[in-house]
Structures are given as C-alpha cells and as structure tokens.
C-alpha cells in the first residue's frame, strides 16, 4: 500500500515560484496573442485514433501515446483513444467539423500541452506546452496575412524580456524556383530542402557532400549555398535586396513577390528594425510548408536552435473536409523555451501571486488581520493571513520562503494608532503606513 | 484518406466566443484563488500508474484511462502509464515528492482537466476541468484553515455573478457522534452516513427504510432524520445554534467546537451573511473526509446539484510518504458548472477577446490601419485589421459575428482631419474620435 512518489520521465514538474514564472511567460503570450485579434479554442487531449491519426505516418505519429479506459483494457480490445502530439491536427479536424460556425479568416490561438512518447533524453519531453497561432481562410488567404506571424513573434518575445532575438523569414517558392532553374527534379526538392536544412547544424561540407550524393551538380550546389548564405539585416534591408532579386522563372518570381508584401506589410507595422530579417537558409524540411517560413532564435545563444517555427500551408484539413482551407501559423514550444531559459539563467523566479503577508502575535489579532485581508482584496492585492500567532521571526521565515515581497506587523499599540508597520522582505526596510493609505500603497508597489 | 472529424462521445468542445466566457470563468475563478493567497502548481495529466493507482480501488479508479506510447503498445506490453482522474492524487504525489522543497502550510490552487472513462450520458463528461485550492500541513495544521474553503468559494461565486448561491457546512464528527450516542456501531457508520446523503434526493422515507435495513431503531432514526434537519439561516445563527447544541460524547463535542471555530473565523472575515450556512444534512459520502465538509449550490437551481465540494482530511499522502499531511481543500468542477449554466442560460457568450476592428477601403489604407493598431495595441486595446479592403458591409459583418463591439471607419477624408469613425456594432451607434484620444475612448470602454 506504499509507493515511491514520482513522476515519468520526461515531464518537467515545476514547484511553486517556478510555477508562477511559467505562468508569467504564459500569460504574457496570451495577452499578446489576444492584442493582435487573435480568439482561444482549446481543443480535448483525448481524440479518436481514427480521426487523429490519419496521415502518412511520419516520425511525430509513431510516438503518439494511446488510451483506453479500464473497461476497454480488461476486455482485451485495442485502444480507440489517442493523445494529441501537436495542435496542429486538432485545429484541422476542429475547423473542419465546426465550419459553418465560424468565421474565416478564423484566427485562433490555442496554448495546451501535447505528448509525445520520445525516448527519455534531456531537455526533450513527453509531455509539453505548445502556444500557436493560425490564420485560417476558406478558400483563399491574402498573403499579406503571413506579415502577422512575425508580428505577433515580434511582440511576443519583445514582452517577454528575454534578450535579443531574430525572426527569420523566408519563402519555400524561392528556393524551389532556384532548384528547378538549377534543373533539379521536383520530385528531389524535398530531399534537398531537408539537406539544406541542415546547413547551420552540420556545415556546408556535409551539405555539399550530402547534395552531391542526391545528384546535384558541383555548380549547382555552389550556386544554391551562394543563394542560401543570404541574409538580410533587417526589415528595409531584405526589401532592397527583394527588388533587386532576379527570378528566372514563375516559381521565384511568386516566392520573391510573396516576401516582398510580407515585408512590406512588416514595415507598415513598424515591425522589427533589424529583428525580423530575410535569411534564404530556412527551409523547414517538412512539405507541408508551401509558401512562407519563419524560425526564431535568440541572438545570444544560437545553440538552442529555433525557439518558434511555422509557415504557410495550402491547405489545413483535407483529410476531414473538402473545403480548400489555406492558412498560415506559428507555434512556440513554451515548456522547452522555459526550461532552456532557466538552463542559460534568463529565467527570474522567486517572486509569489501573493504580494502581502499578515502576520499574528495573539489569535486575537485574527479578527483585525482579518478586516485587513478583507480590505486588501477587495482592492486587488493578494493577501494571506499567518496561519497561527507563532513566533514573529518563524511568520517573517514563512513568508520570504514563500516569495511574498511585504509583511504587516501590527501590535495592539499599532492598532490604536491606526497604522501597521510593513516590512519589505526584498530589501528588508521597514515602513509605518496609516491604515487608510493601505491598500494604496501596496497597488502602487508590485509583488517580488 | 479521409476521416469524419469530430470529438469522443463526453468532451465538451467550445466555439470560440464561448471559450472566451469559459476563459472568464476560470480568469475570474484563477484571481480570486490568488487573492487569497494560494499559489499554482501544475502536474503532469501522464502519471505512472503504479504511482497513481494505490488506492484500494473505487468507483473512479475503475474509470482510469490508461495510456501507452506506440512502441510499447506494438511490443504487446501492458499499459504503465494512466491519466490523472482528479487533482487530489496527483496532489498527494506532488507533495511527498517535493515535501522537502515545499513550505507548510503549503497553499496551493490548480486548475487543469482530468479524465474519467465514464459512460456516455448527458452532463457527464470523460474530460473536464477541475479548478481546486487545499491548505496542506506538516503534522499540524489548525482547525481556523477550514474557514478559508468557504471565504474563498464565497467570493468566487460573488466574483462570476451566476445568482444567489449557498455555501454549506457541517462536520462530520457531529454526527458520527450522534451515532455513538443512538448506539450504532462505528464499523457501520460510513453506511450510515451514505444513506444519509441521498436524503435531500430520495425523500425521508426511503432513508428511513434504508437505515431501518441497517439496523438503526426507529427511534434513533427519528432523533437522526432531526438532527440533520437542521439548516442555519447563514453565519451568526449557526453559531447561537453550535453555542447551544447539547454534546452527549467527545466526538460531538469536537465536531461543535470545531464547527464553532470555523464559523467564527467567517464572522471575523465578515464573510458570508446568509450565503454561508451550517446544514447538518451535509455529510460527504467519502470517508477521505474526517471533519468539516462543505457543499455548494445554486438557491435557484437546487436541482443541479452541489457545484463545489471538499472538506477537511486527517493525511493526504499516507500511500507515499510517512510524514503526516493533515489537509483541508476544496473543488470545483469548472466544465461541468459552465455546462449547466449554459443549460440554464446564464452564461453570456457573445463577446470576443478582440475589442477593435479596423476595415480598409483600399490597399492603401493598410499603411495609416497598422499604425494604428500598433497604437491601439501599446495602450492595452485588442486590435484586429481586416484581412481585405472588401464591401465596408461585409468588413462589419464579419467583425459583428466575431464579438467584436467596435469598427473603426476611416477614409482618405477623415485621415485628413485626424479623425476616425467609430461604430459600435452592439448598438450601432457611430461617433467620430480625434486620433489622439482613440486608445483612451477605447480604454474606458469595454469589449462586448
């Protein structure tokens, strides 16, 4: 009747400070997302295999976990559950069976975990935060809706203080038209693609090599690394070059037109400076990208790899409906950026949801203590009332371990008076505040 | 290739606007929660099972949905992971694993889905969310924390505006003792105590023969049946009633003082008027309870049940750790009440998170609309562009069935007097706003 406590491998279980940072990161993508027009849907973690699973079978479906209920089990039957590995296949299957309820361009934002059963490895999970965006048109999507991907990525990482970064953009026609100038088959351009996605990690040896082996021709595969090694600096940078780029045939010409109001739509939002930029060298190896790229890094530490990663489509759900359904989207692997984050020390936790603590020197200071909390939360500010009347020093202890900022101090004499001492657990200084002004001052300061 | 999307039998999926209502809700629940001084955790919904399931055995782990990843699943092996059913197990697990990290009381609120293989049928969900607060002791934890559940469940349910509500309370100890006292044995008072839950739905008759089968004398049944009859009009008359409620036995004794404090604690929070009561009806089924228990429900909607329960427990973790954990805690099924409350049509669902809508006449206007909305959107106010320069009708069409309140109307005229438009599509009144004032005129009005 005894077990070790545990949890499986692979999940990263957060303690309480911990947890509120995590929340912070959370609440501020949300709050950025729903500025940007952006709408929630959360969709179940459980669906019907059947449904779920109905593609090809890539890497991602062989690590679906499977479910089934008790019953199910005990009658020997296979499982007709699956979790979700993605937010990807659910908004598909989501937009397809509610249609007719909504309204296109559907814009959506949806931040729930997803599983995955990966080999145990660090900093790879089983069971983690994804936070996507999508633009989803029936029918048709003006390009120009590709410009609010980085937009919104933009923002995003700006709000969350976490250092400089870059959000590179690029458009898959390009490089497909540059192939097929280059006289490479269509039914190689995924190979290549995946090849040259590999560019930053293994060098451009390997790549050589590797292009070399799928039948590229030295002079074309040194024309493709010429084309690829480009980067802009910026925003009005990546449009220049743009204007100037030549485009041998219809492909280019649409990839170098579709950046080319991306850009531009970039610039009318005053977006990026030199954040956001054209680097020719994202692929995105998966072919379900057909048009525009986007990946992010942190510009101080490249080894993380992209942080947030997307692009276009041509078409979300025709496995579920036959209704074209063109979109565009983007996705930021939340619990991985935060435990990278908290690995390279750009995570700041310590601080609680709670901002004021009441301490007690008698229980008959409850009834007071309890007027005070009263007050406090009915003006906004988090408050907690000491368990029990011990010793101040143990209460003050409670409180800073419990990352709380401010401790009220407040003796029968206080009380008279009309005043409580409040002390700052941060700095340690110490202050006496008329009752009345209470609440004021605690509104005025912020928690840990 | 082709698959009929739609969602497991038991899930309740939201449109948009109603997971915007449904986002209120747990917005407003996850504040009230913090102002009172709890903090988040999060667990894993992937527990082990050997871990999750040690328990003797109940109803709701004979409903457990166990999980396998592919390979272990093609490998023929049994499943070893199972999805969390509640919040309380993974509670009990997360704080014997982290006892030494964690500081007692420890406060915690989580509010995350959990899953249940139930049978299909209306109003019963196999995914729903569960949004719960419980104070965990080291060793100890005073009798005064139960009064903290009602306070904090008081002004949840003030806070969501869903009508007149009751918070009930009683403790189980009083009428255990009682039932010392009428001579029934101990080993059968958890039958006892069950039939007596079912009072309140099948009738005093039917507990009455029920009991009668369990031996109970008809005497001892009539002095039952009055006992738990009685209901307090709200706060100060429970404590004139415990004040003066005869204690034959130490158990009641300890039930009345108990009791006595908890209410006393809300009197001293000023909390609840009439809304809070003590039911002696009240007796919570589970013998996970050993003292004060609560219930809640809607004074309009007696039918639908207790929308909010817990209660005080004497160890939350004894299967995993030997450190005794006396806690007190309660839940509220978050899905399930927004379910009923739709039902009921108390919900409002409409609004969107989006509270501007800007249109375009012309390509053109792209430019003067981004800025804007970058302004829009530094002061706080959610900002959507339309996605075309289309008929204006058919821009504020599709603004109107997203839930947005307000449309921005701007031609080349208005620009030129640094004016916009201002339409409100709730009451379709237009009024013209200087640029400059545009983010205040939104900020002091709300979304829809």
Known sequence: MSSTPRTMPGVLELLPLEQVAFQNM?????????????????????????????????ETERQVYFAQSTGSLEQGRDPDLAMRFDLTVPLARYVAEHQNDLVFPFRRYQIQRVYR???????????????????????????????????????????????????????????????TD??????????????????????????????????VTDQAVSR???????????????????RALPTPNELMERGRSELLTVFEA??????????????????????YYTGTVFETILDDHPGIGSICSGGRYDDLAGMYTKTPLPGVGISIGLTRLFWQLREIGLIESGGSTTQVFITLFTEADRLPAAAMATTLRNAGVSTLISDAPRKLGKQLKYADRSGI????????????????????LVDQSQIEVADADLASFFQSRGSR
Chains 1, 2 share one sequence.
């Open 224 to 242: 493709l690394l010429d084309f690829v090694g480009y980067a802009s600096k910026g925003v009005d940078d990546a449009i220049e070059h743009l």
């Open 117 to 179: 059963g990966e080999a145990p490895q660090r900093g790879r999970f089983r069971e983690f935060y994804q936070a996507d965006i999508d633009i989803i048109g029936r029918d048709t999507l003006p390009v120009s809706a590709d410009a609010e991907c980085p937009a919104v990525i933009h923002d995003v990482f700006k709000e969350l203080a976490i250092g400089a970064f870059t959000v590179k953009v690029n458009n898959r026609r390009l490089v497909q038209g540059l192939l």
């Open 266 to 287: 970039l610039q009318s939002l005053g977006v990026g400076g030199e954040a956001v930029v054209l680097d020719c060298s994202i692929a995105r190896g998966l072919d």
């Open 26 to 58: 959370v609440d501020t993508v949300r709050r950025v997302y729903e500025l940007h027009g952006f709408v929630p849907i959360e969709t179940p973690v459980l669906e019907l295999s059947e449904v779920l699973l109905t593609k090809t079978g890539g």
């Open 405 to 424: 900022r401010f401790a009220i101090i407040a003796g029968t004499d206080e009380r008279a008076r009309g005043v409580v001492n409040v002390k700052d």
């Open 182 to 215: 280059l006289g490479v088959i269509g039914s190689d351009h995924a190979a290549v693609l995946r090849e040259l996605d590999k560019l930053e990690k293994r060098g451009s040896e390997h790549v050589r090599e590797a292009l070399g082996e799928l039948g």
